[in-house]
């Protein structure tokens, strides 16, 4: 079984696209999901992380066929392993995608899809899986147009994953696209990405109040790093430190 990705370095040092195949076998395809985060994690440097997905084969299986209970709870492990990294994510989605292409495209910060681009839903036995695809569908489309999705579509033509949100950009130059994508949104880093998400996702169902303290939190540490940042900070710093000190 093979659980290595195919991974390649984007140019200019902006961060890692790994190629993993959208139709393998439900443990092969979650262990190397865990080995890219895995080598994200134990990265200095927080560059882009990239996913790119190749189209699916000609009468590719259901999602996610026979599998245990086991296996569906480590894949899904896997995806929010992936949600939480403190890099900034990239999905590429290109032809005719099925299985868990969609859980990770709404896993990712950033999505791109090529002009031929048709997501199948996951289904297993013509019925909508009913994993965490569900769950961040509904987070991202609202439940009126995801129950419409699950209970009577079979795919996401590109105009609508486009008008819902689930893709970003489309482009036929792919490698380009993920280049301009982590050079405009792969600056967040030292965890920076992941609490912007957080925040995000607290928005939807946390009171004014009890969100204005991560709010100022996430603020204060921003106007920080700025400052840190700006030419002859350091300099200035090392003065006044002086000048107390005198």
Same mark, same amino acid.
């Given at each position: 079984?093979?659980?290595?990705?195919?991974?390649?370095?984007?140019?200019?040092g902006?961060?890692?696209?790994?190629?993993?195949?959208?139709?393998?076998?439900?443990?092969?395809?979650?262990?190397?999901?865990?080995?890219v985060?895995?080598?994200?994690?134990?990265?200095?440097?927080?560059t882009?992380?990239?996913?790119r997905?190749a189209?699916s084969?000609?009468g590719?299986?259901e999602w996610?066929?026979?599998?245990?209970?086991?296996?569906?709870?480590?894949?899904?492990?896997?995806?929010?392993r992936?949600?939480?990294?403190?890099?900034?994510?990239?999905?590429?989605?290109?032809?005719?995608?099925?299985?868990?292409?969609?859980?990770?495209?709404?896993?990712a910060?950033?999505r791109?899809?090529?002009?031929?681009?048709?997501?199948?839903?996951?289904?297993?036995?013509?019925?909508?899986w009913?994993?965490m695809?569900l769950?961040r569908?509904?987070?991202?489309?609202?439940?009126?147009?995801?129950?419409?999705?699950?209970?009577?579509?079979?795919?996401?033509?590109?105009?609508?994953?486009?008008?819902l949100?689930?893709?970003?950009?489309?482009g036929?130059d792919?490698?380009?696209?993920?280049?301009?994508?982590?050079l405009a949104?792969?600056?967040?880093?030292d965890?920076?990405a992941?609490?912007? /998400?957080? *925040?995000?996702?607290? =928005?939807?169902?946390a009171e004014?109040?009890? &969100?204005? $303290?991560?709010?100022? !939190? +996430?603020c204060?540490?921003?106007? /920080?790093r *700025?400052?840190?940042? =700006?030419?002859?900070?350091?300099?200035?710093? &090392?003065? $006044?430190?002086?000048? !107390? +000190?005198?």
């Amino acid at each position: 079984m093979r659980t290595e990705p195919d991974r390649t370095p984007l140019p200019d040092g902006l961060g890692t696209l790994a190629r993993l195949d959208g139709g393998g076998p439900l443990p092969e395809l979650t262990a190397a999901l865990n080995a890219v985060c895995e080598e994200a994690e134990d990265q200095r440097q927080r560059t882009a992380v990239a996913l790119r997905f190749a189209p699916s084969p000609p009468g590719a299986g259901e999602w996610p066929g026979d599998v245990s209970i086991h296996e569906v709870n480590r894949w899904e492990r896997a995806v929010r392993r992936l949600e939480r990294l403190d890099n900034v994510t990239i999905a590429v989605a290109q032809g005719t995608c099925g299985g868990p292409v969609l859980d990770l495209l709404l896993a990712a910060d950033f999505r791109i899809g090529t002009p031929d681009l048709k997501l199948v839903l996951p289904v297993n036995h013509g019925q909508f899986w009913p994993g965490m695809t569900l769950y961040r569908l509904v987070r991202h489309v609202g439940p009126a147009r995801a129950r419409r999705l699950v209970l009577w579509a079979t795919d996401i033509a590109l105009p609508d994953a486009i008008e819902l949100g689930v893709i970003d950009e489309v482009g036929n130059d792919v490698t380009e696209a993920v280049r301009k994508a982590a050079l405009a949104r792969g600056g967040l880093s030292d965890g920076e990405a992941a609490i912007r /998400r957080r *925040l995000l996702e607290e =928005a939807a169902s946390a009171e004014y109040q009890d &969100a204005l $303290g991560a709010h100022l !939190a +996430a603020c204060d540490r921003e106007l /920080r790093r *700025l400052r840190s940042s =700006a030419p002859g900070a350091s300099a200035g710093t &090392a003065a $006044g430190r002086a000048g !107390a +000190a005198g």
